[in-house]
């Protein structure tokens, strides 16, 4: 098993939608018996809380149901649980970087160095912004979570 855990501040609007994104990729790859996904946010504020409506409407819009999620934080086991450790933007990533054990550092990467545009290193926080700030998380994470899952498929599976 590959373990993806994809990670934001809040854990309920950009790293929920990369789950569903991911998943969704996996599932009709095939592969959703070999590779785990979860999302997890580094604050505290907004745990057992549902995606923010907004990204579900978004989601839905693309035929993904997200609803189902809750929010958490990321905790110490996560990074010996999950491969890849993923974050939305590079303030995510400090982090991370700080809060892991120094031999699993290397699992922490920013999402966006899996996409094809590059040059684009952070997913906009969307949370204090309208409806069009999803649209745009959405179209970042399909593009990411297209690459993850062939750099996946070449060096994990
Ligand atoms: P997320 O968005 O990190 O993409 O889930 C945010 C959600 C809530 C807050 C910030 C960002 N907040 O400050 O409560």
Known sequence: MVGVLFVCLGNICRSPMAEGVFRHAVDQAGLDDRVTI?????????????????????????????SGQRARQVAPDDFTAFRYILAMDRDNLDTLHRAAPKTHRDR??????????????????????????????????????AGLLRQIRKNDL
């Not at 922490?108 to 069009?132: I, K, Q, S």
């Open 38 to 66: 979860d999302s997890a946010g580094t604050g505290p504020w907004h745990v057992g809380k549902p995606p923010d409506e907004r990204g579900r409407a978004t989601m839905a819009r693309n035929g993904i149901d997200i």
């Open 108 to 145: 922490v990467r920013l999402f966006l160095d899996f996409a094809a545009n590059d040059g684009v290193t952070d997913v906009p926080d969307p949370y204090y912004g309208g409806p069009e700030g999803f649209e745009a998380v959405y179209a970042l994470v399909e593009d990411a979570a």
